[in-house]
Structure formats: C-alpha cells, structure tokens
C-alpha cells in the first residue's frame, strides 16, 4: 500500500475545533490497524489551511482528498475506510451550494480553485516545525542564490517585480531598500512587522505559524541588500502559536547556518530576534514599533523623518510586514519580472485577505491584484449567509472604509480602494449584510480606536473622542441636526492634522459610511429609526401575521416574555415592553419579525401608561 500522509490544519480556528485531539486519534487509529501512513501530529501540525468555516479540515496526500469539518470521533473511519480500503466519506467532502456537487480534490473547490498562492504557498501544507520540510519544497534556494548577486542585483529584481509593501501603505519595497543603502551610516537594522491588530485579521498570524522560514529567508535576503547584521521580528503578544512558531524556526536556521554569524559559511553575518508586542494597536505603526523595540512607550513620530534615515536607535532601518517578506524569496527565486505578470500593471503579484463577516465562507485566501470585490464576495466566499442582501464590505480595518453594493465590480488594488474611501490596508475583509447597522459599525470602530489611540497628538485624541460621543448619542436616539456636519467636519481635522497615518486613517469608517450610507445617519437622527434593527433604543420589533406559523421558538427566547400566542395561532408582541433587543428576530425560521421605529418620546411613554401606545395586536386587529 503506499504511504500516506494525513495533514491535519492546526491553525487557531481549527485547533478550537478539536484538531489537536483529532491528529492525536489519527494517530492512535493508524497504530491499532497497522495502516502504511504518516500523521503530522506536532503541537501546530499545519498552518491554516484557510478554509476556517469548515474546520477542521484534513487533508491526506498523495491523493489530495480534503474532508471538512472533521471531528476526533470521526478519525478510526477515515483510517477504515479511507486510508486502508481507499474509500471515500461522501459526509465528509465540501458541496457547493450553488450546484450541489461535492468536492474530492481541492482544486474542485471554487474557495481554492480561484486563489494564486506565493505567501501562502506552504501554509497548510508542512510542518512548520520541520525545516526539512520548508527545504524540500525549495525553501532556503533563494536565500542561495541571493548570496552569488550583489546588493544592486538584488535590489534590481525586487524593483523589476514592482512589489508594493503589504502592510497597507503600498509603497515600493525596492525602492525602501535602494534608499536605505543610499545612506552611508552604519549599522542598518531590517525589521518585520508581525503587529497584526486590526479587528478580523489574520493573515500575518497564519503565515509566521503556518510558515516561519519564508519570512526569515526574505528578511535575510533583505539585511544581504541592505548591508544589515541585525534583525527584529515584532509578532503580536497574543500571537502564542506564530510566537513558538518562529522561535523554533529560528532556532533551527540558525543550526543549519542560514542565520547567524557566518550565514552557510559566506561570512556574511545576520542575527535575528523576536520581540513581543507591546500589546497597543499603535504599535503596528512603524515609528511607535521601533519605540517599543527600544523599550520605550510606543507613539510614534513625525513622518518627515524617514525611517530608512533614522530608524531604530535612529540608525537606518527597513521595515516590511509578514506577507512582504515571505514573497521575497519567490522573486528572487523566479524573478522579478515572473512576479510582476500577476496582478495589475501598477499593483502587481497577490494580497492575502482574512475574509470575515457575514460570508459563507470565511477564511484566509491569496488573490491576484485587480480581482473585484465581487468575485473574491461570491466566487470564493461563496456569498452572503441565509443568502440575505449584501449591504457593505470592510476593507482595511479601523482604517479603512465601508464601500456598497453598487461598487463590488470594483478591482481590488491600493490605489482604487483609496480613490473610494477606503483603503488596502493589512488585508482585513469585513462582509456585511442588511441587518448590519453602518451608524452602529462606524461607532464600534470609533471605540476601538479610542481606546487605541496613543493620545500623543490632540486631534487624534480629541477628535475620536468627540465623534464617538456623537455617534453613542445618535445610536440611541439622541442624535441632533447638524450632527453628521459635524462627524464630516471633524474627520478632515483628523485626515489633516494628526501626527501619524493611524490618526489621520482613523476617520474613515465614519467618512466612508456617511458618504455611501448618509440616511441610515438621518434616519436615526430624523426618524428615531434604525433600519437594521440594531440599535435597541430605536428599534421594537412586530410580528407580521402573514408570516407567523406559531412555533413559538420566540416565546422562548425573549428576556421580558412580551411576546404571547399559543399553539399554531399568530403570536404578538407588546411593544410597550419589547427592549429591541433582535433574539426573536435572530430565532424565527420564517422571517416574521419586523422592525418598526420607536421614538424617545414613545418609548418612555410605553413604560408608564398604556394610553399612549397600542400594542401590535391592537393595532393589527384594527
């Protein structure tokens, strides 16, 4: 029988799942049948495999055959019948909603059918743990070659491939490195950002977890461009796995002699170490990074000094994100001008998403620039959940913007997003659907940065706060006429005159949501409405007799026991005592839940007197 190999994702999400525990049964099922095959079963067995909403997900090769949602019971028949008969578990396979046919290979699932992997291009598929592994896939031959060529050399294909950093500026990596070695002074530092902070977003994580050496070969192959000896990776402190991840591929590159003192005995020197985050959100920002490697508050500088002038210990310094570095080895490798055939002429090669929200399929996927966000919506993720109505996509986290519906033929790229009001960003993907309240998201972004804002700066500072508290009064029904001015007014303070590109970004949830979604603002502001039905001070909740079948499923789960009926007869609510609270919505299979406006004046009159407000039953009798 030939060999086997049973990879098993051990990302966070499917490690949540149970894929740990899972890999471990494999393990014990294949020892008891005496079956020909090897289980991965380290602590982080695989990286991600991306598919997160099926995990776990098992994968076993040479066959490629890929069984979703996997549980521990289920791994005594998979090595049954499976490894040992060659059948396969029809239960187990992926079947695509849209024509019901199953998935064996996973090239038969459109989720990775239409994805272009280079920085994922190992993640999911070895062991992290095991550097022989990373070699054997042609790990460590760029870094080989890198070595024969010169600084210029290097430099030139990194230019020919036209590679924009992917941490969310999008400036040219080549032309960072070229002007670093433009400056005489000495020593240089090169640095990865690993600071992934932005709500929904995993990408970094999943690629120092899943494949820690593709980031240490590209920034070594960096340090040999730049004339750098040093190195720091900066990983996120709550990334426990990447943490361990790395530290382990470190150690064994520098065994092997691919760091260190005298790098596979060319002489040339690199040490590299991992630095904790300092836990802020502001760290993520380049200046307010090297602080917090210095030991130091992390709050950042003005960016008329360039870091590549002055960076860490104000020596010149390189700094790129995870997903840069782990696509250099691929253009020295294949050359720059292979890489630049991806994409689009001025956003060439991939960008990895965490592609999050109300999708059907959520997950890690790696796309060419210029895909629209409509293929990466619905022909990878599959769509929107219950099939409901897209209302907005996230793009770029806390700094980006929410676009609609009318732009998802829009190409995915740094400068069109931008044109729009949004922004690339790390790679953060929110999807959203019509029971999304944008007044609501905007505001929850507006906290989050309040409580991130390094306070360094007053119209960061200040100008969060203050729209914050508009935004708080407006969700629930306090909201005044001139407040959206006001939003408007403030955000371009901000876009103007904070220190850092986290300030000056910050606006753009709110910006952005008012320039696609301005009367959902003069609906809660007008109308004491909110439409999604999302903010309970403006929502009460009526159910449509049309609609109601009586199954009572909301009976059971409303916290004030508002709602009355019996049997399979129509059911009502008492709005003078419904909270708005959405669990009766959340819980009806036939959507008979309807969301009706609720006045501050009605609402505390509903609370005293029943003169005031007739009930949905009365009204509906009537």
């Not at 966000?373 to 619905?378: A, C, N, S, T, V």
């Not at 944008?438 to 940065?449: G, I, K, N, P, S």
């Not at 753009?508 to 004491?528: A, D, G, Q």
């Amino acid at each position: 029988m030939t060999a086997k190999r049973i990879l098993v994702c051990s990302g966070p999400g499917c490690v949540a799942g149970g894929s740990l525990k899972l890999a471990d049964n494999l393990r014990k099922a294949i020892a008891a049948c005496g079956a020909d095959a090897e289980v991965c079963t380290d602590v982080v067995n695989t990286g991600c495999s991306g598919m997160c909403e099926l995990g776990p997900i098992v994968r076993i090769m040479p066959d490629d055959i890929m069984y979703y949602q996997v549980r521990p019971k289920d791994a005594e028949e998979i090595v049954r019948e499976t490894i040992v008969r060659g059948n396969i578990i029809g239960r187990m396979l992926f079947r695509n909603p849209l024509n019901g046919k199953t998935a064996v290979h996973q090239d038969e699932n459109p989720f990775y059918a239409k994805q272009t992997k280079i920085a994922l291009r190992n993640t999911g598929i070895i062991n992290p743990r095991n550097i022989d592994e990373y070699i054997e896939r042609g790990g460590y031959e760029a870094l080989k070659k890198a070595l024969t060529m010169t600084s210029d050399e290097i430099i030139a294909e990194v230019d020919a491939s036209r590679l924009r950093g992917r941490g969310g500026a999008g400036f040219p990596t080549g032309k960072k490195w070229r002007s670093a070695v433009a400056v005489p002074e000495n020593p240089k530092y090169v640095i990865c950002n690993g600071d992934e902070g932005d709500p929904g977003a995993f990408m970094d994580g999943a690629i120092l977890n899943g494949d820690p050496h593709s980031v240490i070969e590209g920034m070594v192959i960096c340090a040999l461009a730049i004339g750098s000896e040093r190195g720091y990776l900066y990983i996120r402190d709550e990334y426990v796995l990447a943490l361990d991840s790395m530290k382990r591929a470190l150690k064994a590159a520098e065994e092997r002699g691919f760091i260190g003192e005298n790098i596979l005995g060319s002489g040339r020197k690199f040490i590299l170490t991992v630095v904790r985050g300092g836990g802020a959100f502001v760290c993520g920002e380049s200046t307010a990074l090297m602080k917090s490697i210095q030991g130091e508050v992390g709050e950042p500088r003005a960016k008329y000094i360039h870091s590549v002038e002055r960076g860490l210990w104000d020596k010149p310094t390189v700094l790129n994100n995870v997903e840069t570095f782990a696509t250099i080895p691929v253009i020295i490798s294949k050359g720059g001008a292979e890489f630049a055939k991806i994409g689009t002429e001025n956003n060439t090669g991939t960008k990895v998403f965490a592609l999050v929200g109300k999708v059907k399929h959520t997950g890690l996927v790696e796309v060419p620039m210029g895909i629209t966000l409509r293929e990466l919506i619905y022909g990878i993720g599959g769509g929107i959940q219950g099939d409901r109505p897209f209302k907005a996509v996230q793009t770029g986290g806390p700094s980006g913007g929410s676009l609609p519906e009318e732009l998802l033929d829009l190409p995915i790229d740094f400068d069109t997003l931008t044109e729009y009001g949004s922004m690339m960003g790390s790679g953060g993907m929110i999807v959203m659907d019509d029971r999304t309240c944008m007044v609501e998201f905007a505001r929850y972004y507006v906290q989050f940065l309040c409580g991130e804002s390094c306070g360094k700066c007053t119209p960061c500072r200040e100008g969060l706060r203050h729209m914050r508290d508009i935004l708080t009064n407006i969700c629930a029904g306090r909201g005044r006429e001139g407040d959206i001015e006001l939003l408007e007014e403030i955000g371009h303070m901000m876009q103007d005159c904070s220190l850092c590109a986290l300030g000056k970004s910050a606006p753009n949830p709110v910006l952005s949501s008012i320039r696609y979604f301005r009367e959902e603002f003069e609906e809660h502001i007008k109308k004491y409405y909110c439409r999604a039905g999302m903010c309970p001070e403006l929502t009460a909740f009526r159910i449509n007799k049309n609609r109601c079948i009586g199954c009572g499923r909301c009976i059971s789960v409303c916290p004030t026991g508002v709602i009355s009926g019996s049997g399979n007869g129509t059911h009502y609510i008492d709005i003078r005592a419904c909270v708005g609270c959405g669990a009766c919505r959340d819980i009806c299979p036939v959507e008979a839940m309807e969301t009706i406006p609720v006045s501050l004046w009605s609402r505390s009159m509903m609370k005293g007197s029943r003169a005031y407000l007739r009930t949905a039953k009365q009204e509906e009798e009537e």
